[in-house]
């Protein structure tokens, strides 16, 4: 949650039932009264605690990329540093279980990206630098392989890590996470 809102039970009531109902229903077609009324507060106290509804989409993603990157943390934290290639690996690994258990719907900042078309509307910005953290993450572990082009490598396995999160939300994905690492070994050797 964003450092000004207060982190009252209210307002962690508040972000829990927002993020269910932005998740499963779509950010504009959930209004502040169904999110109050699923929390159990007043719609003032809703805006006391985020200010605008377009706060409470902020937090919801930035609670959301709090979670996947704790979750992640997770499975990096494993591997010893001096792996890269198996951490590269480990973030498919950690994406599988995240679709099993967090995203049958399919990524939540691609979703609100669809439902958030203003270029200036703030959640954006949540959503840009997730994805951006990520192609950096891919990248870091990139260099320490010592491929030259890290950066152009890191797009492609985003691209295919986004790919993943798509074909397994619409069920089209009978091997994916295999696959993905499988075609994660085939760009790196093409690259070398």
């Known amino acids: 949650m964003d450092k000004n809102t207060k982190r009252t ?30 929390a159990g507060v007043t719609k003032k106290t809703l ?12 937090a919801y ?31 498919f690994d950690a994406l599988e279980k995240w679709l099993e258990t967090n995203s049958q719907r399919g990524c939540a900042f691609v979703n609100a990206l669809a439902e958030l078309p203003e270029a200036s509307h703030p959640g954006r910005k949540v959503i840009f630098e997730e994805k951006r953290w990520l192609k950096q993450l891919f990248a870091t572990f990139l260099r ?23 074909t397994y939300s619409m069920n089209l994905s009978t091997n994916g996470i295999a696959s993905a690492k499988e075609t994660v070994q085939l760009i790196l050797n093409a690259n070398q």
Do not use: C
């Open 47 to 58: 805006y006391d605690r985020f200010g605008s509804k377009d706060q409470l989409i902020v």
């Open 144 to 166: 320490h392989l010592e491929f030259d082009q890290a950066d152009e490598i890191a797009e492609k396995l985003l691209m295919l890590h986004e790919g993943i999160t798509v």
């Open 9 to 38: 039970p209210a307002a962690l009531k508040i972000l829990d039932a927002a993020s269910q109902l932005f998740y499963w229903k779509g950010i504009h077609s959930i209004g502040v009264e169904t999110i109050a009324s699923e």
């Open 61 to 91: 993603l930035e609670e959301r990329d709090r979670q996947w990157k704790k979750h992640l943390d997770n499975y990096l934290d494993r591997i010893p540093d001096d792996k890269p290639l198996q951490k590269i690996l480990s973030i």
